[in-house]
């Protein structure tokens, strides 16, 4: 099967195609750089910018199936990936949304994923959309915090998440782009624990083996946040988005990775950050 992956560069789509390469599916990574793209030698390299229509739909066409997340929040992009999808006539599409757009009541970027989907949804092509909570590779955006100021500012208090692996959104998008029954379906995405903050701090900690310090965030840092994600940390403080849904094991065949596993596979991230 010839499977078009885009984000080849990130941590879902670069894992995804590894998945799908060893399954000895025919992959094509759409980049903007190729000489960023660290992939498998049978991966077919196709350059192009998300924003770019003919690009994209040139590399769509012949592909029996996609994989598409956006690289921004902005619909335009969304109009742009679908205009190219019917373009080209790909049969299977997969859709990398977000828990934000079925929680409610909805956060701020929740509505932006929701638009989204309402617009692919309008649109014809049945996809599939995978609605993953807040990824475990959130915790290297704690890096400049901890360089700068030696410690992890806490912003959601009591309220409690349910980071998922991208390596678990990545073989769930494999097994949904190589497997049948999966049009017209959306699927919520978590790992396998609620944990605040705190406890992920304190987990990280252990697999480090060395203290990582948190800081209760300040109404004035709050203040300064940017409106998205000032609202974003509020619904999360509220525990609002506290829920596991079985989707992972569902897909995959196997528990999702715990928040440990994933921190004791990436601990090089954190050398020498001194706290
Ligand atoms: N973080 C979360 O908790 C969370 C939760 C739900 C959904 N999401 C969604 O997950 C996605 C991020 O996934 P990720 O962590 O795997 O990504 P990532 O590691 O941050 O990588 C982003 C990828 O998108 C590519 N990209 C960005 N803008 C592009 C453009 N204009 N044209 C072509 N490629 C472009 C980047 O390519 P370059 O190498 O060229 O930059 C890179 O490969 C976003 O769509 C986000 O909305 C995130």
Known sequence: MSILITG????????LVRLLDTAGHKTRAYVRDPARAKLPAATEL??????????LARALDGAEAAFLMQGNHDVAQTETMIAAVRAA?????VVLSSIGAVVEPQPLMGTWFAAKEKLWSAAGPAVTFLRPSSFMTNTLWWLPALREHGHV????????????DPDDIAAVAAAVLTGDGHAGQGYTL???????TREQA???AAALGRPVAVADATPAYLAGLPEPLRDLNAHLRDDRVAF???AVARLTGRAPGTFE????RNTSAFEGIAV
Not at 157 to 163: A, D, E, F, T, Y
Request: glycine share 16%.
């Open 190 to 196: 978590t790992g396998q624990e609620l944990l605040t």
């Open 8 to 15: 080849a560069t990130g941590h879902i789509g670069g894992t």
């Open 202 to 204: 304190a987990i990280l």
């Open 261 to 264: 596993a994933w921190c004791r």
């Open 153 to 164: 500012v806490d912003a959601t208090g009591p309220g409690r998440m349910s980071p998922v």
């Open 244 to 246: 596991l849904t079985d």
């Open 46 to 55: 196709r350059q192009g910018d998300l924003d770019d229509r003919e690009a």
């Open 89 to 93: 006539g790909v049969p299977r599409v």
